[in-house]
């Protein structure tokens, strides 16, 4: 079979990193990319002449983008300066654990000792120890998926196992899969404060903790292993990711449009694209990397018959409003990454699950780029903040006007005055988007980022693998295994290229 070029479509974290990977290969490889520049979700936002990270700001996962690296002859230390957190986030509730129901706050520390004692002066000491269980367990949930699962090919249920090996199967058994994670945390913490600060970690695939499995607790495990603050901001990674393809010999079009991923006989041929001058143009190519939502495919919107359609509503993980902004904070201190929880967590995943906008009493992520892990890093104002509530992945069916968002950002401002925080930026230093707009920039999603919710335990088996029943089309990113999140994005991206390579084509 010849050896042609591959196109990669789009240039989030799995394509770039594919195309890199494919690059370096010594593979002629042409990137085409709708915006101006790289990155998809890992994406900025400019407000004047302040630049503000406005997707993923959570880096972690260190050694998926060091062995990445290392495979193409580079050095991620000596690349992307960055440093590691101490504390791994700051969480506040109106109404805390004691019988006053002050204000109450609770910060994650690397060093989970350190944590364990916060927890025993924030819940008291039986919650300190189940603090320390609950780590244990974490990281063996951890360690009983990483190699079959996170690093493997497209798994099943079985193939699992039969990576796992005798030796590995009592790891298997503890990680929970047929029980929620709310559950599993009802059984392994007494307070509902402990409850639904670790529940909130299936939101980082875009899932309920009622919904998904136990197997989530991993995510604990992954933070405390390490969480790392990237100088310049999240997009670095992505310009870097480019620029390292570009010098190994690879091309990358900006502001061109994929329109449809031409096939003949069952065996794709290439791209054709609009480019930035309106033109249309077909790159021919042997093979073709996807890298968007597999919905975009089942949906037809790159051309028939390059995915089975899918009979039904195809369940999507959460969306997401955000606020970009440039202002002033007062009273809390803030630090990188702060969440200011809701006093009534299930009736904001019931109102997520079946409401049509934004949860009345959200909770709130606020991530003060500028400034570090420790209140006195604080910088002069003004700054830049990104704001997030959850909000239901229906861009495609509701205008989300400003008047239906309007009520969950007044409470949400609400929440964090009833916390100590103001925050505070002029209407022309703020940048809203809603679900619709996540739709339009991410197509066939309807504004869920993270593909397909991790809901019931066969939900991380559904995800599409790299290979497809095309010749020569290939995916990566989030939507497929092994799932949502930049290094998961990456692992697929790096199987997406091994696939290519593998096949020869």
């Known amino acids: 079979m010849s050896r042609g070029r591959v196109v990669v479509v789009g240039s989030g974290i799995g394509g770039l990193t594919c195309a890199l990977r494919l690059a370096h290969a010594g593979r002629d490889v042409v990137l085409v990319e709708a915006a101006g520049t790289p990155g998809g979700k890992v994406r900025q936002i400019h407000i004047g002449d302040h630049a503000l ?45 004691n019988k006053h129901n002050d204000p109450a706050t609770l910060d994650l520390f690397a060093d989970v000792q350190a944590t364990a004692d916060a927890i025993g002066t924030f819940a008291g000491a039986a919650e300190a120890h189940n603090y320390l269980n609950f780590t244990r367990r974490s990281r063996q949930v951890y360690q009983a998926l990483e190699k079959p699962y996170v690093r493997g090919a497209r798994p099943t249920p079985w193939s699992l196992v039969r ?13 929970s899969p047929f029980t929620t994670l709310w559950q599993s945390l009802g059984q392994q913490f007494q307070t509902h404060h402990m409850r639904q600060l670790f ?17 989530l607790m991993l995510i604990a495990h992954v933070e405390q292993d390490g969480l790392w603050l990237v100088d310049g ?38 791209v054709q694209v609009k480019t930035p001058d309106g033109e249309t143009e077909h790159i021919p190519a042997s093979s073709v990397v996807f890298n968007g939502d597999v919905g975009a495919l089942t949906a037809g919107l790159l051309g028939p018959g390059l995915m089975p359609p899918q009979a039904g509503r195809v369940p999507r993980s959460l969306s997401a409003l955000t606020w970009c902004q440039v202002g002033v904070a007062q009273g809390f201190p803030l630090i990188r990454h702060n969440v200011f929880f809701s006093n009534d967590y299930k009736a904001e ?139 998961m994005a990456a692992l697929s991206g790096r199987q997406a290229a091994l696939s290519v390579l593998e096949d020869g084509r």
């Not at 959570?58 to 690296?69: A, G, H, P, Q």
């Not at 529940?199 to 197997?215: D, E, H, K, M």
């Not at 409470?411 to 809203?432: D, F, H, I, K, Y």
């Open 349 to 487: 995943f019931e109102q997520l699950s079946h409401g049509h906008h934004a949860p009345d009493r959200p909770t709130v992520y606020v991530c003060a780029l500028d400034r570090g892990d420790e209140p006195a890093t604080a910088p002069p104002a003004p700054e830049r903040f990104l704001c997030l509530v959850n909000a239901p992945p229906n861009g495609d069916t509701t205008g989300w006007q400003p008047h239906s968002y309007a009520p969950s950002q007044s409470e949400a401002w609400a929440l964090m005055s009833r916390c100590g925080l103001s925050l505070a930026a002029p209407p022309e230093a703020q940048v809203v988007t809603t679900p619709r707009d996540f739709a339009r920039l991410f197509p066939g999603t309807g504004g869920a980022l993270y593909g397909r919710p991790s809901h019931g335990w066969l939900s991380s088996f559904q995800r599409s693998g790299a290979r497809t029943a095309i010749d020569g089309l290939y995916l990566a990113g989030g939507s497929v295994h092994p799932g949502p999140g930049m290094p």
């Open 163 to 175: 990576r796992a090996g005798w030796r590995g199967l009592p790891g298997l058994a503890r990680i």
């Open 199 to 215: 529940g909130r970690y299936a939101t980082y695939c875009g899932s309920s903790p009622y919904l998904a499995p136990a197997t």
């Open 53 to 97: 990270d406005a997707g993923p700001t959570v880096f972690t996962m260190r050694w998926v983008f060091e062995e990445l690296l290392a495979d193409c002859g580079h050095d991620l230390s000596g690349l992307l300066p960055m440093q590691p957190a101490r504390v791994l986030g700051r969480h506040a509730w109106a109404n805390g654990p």
């Open 233 to 270: 901001g999240m997009h670095r990674v992505a310009q870097l990711l480019a620029d390292l393809f570009t010098a190994a010999g690879g091309r990358i079009r900006y502001r061109t449009k994929a329109l449809n991923i031409q096939q003949r006989s069952g065996r794709v041929v290439g």
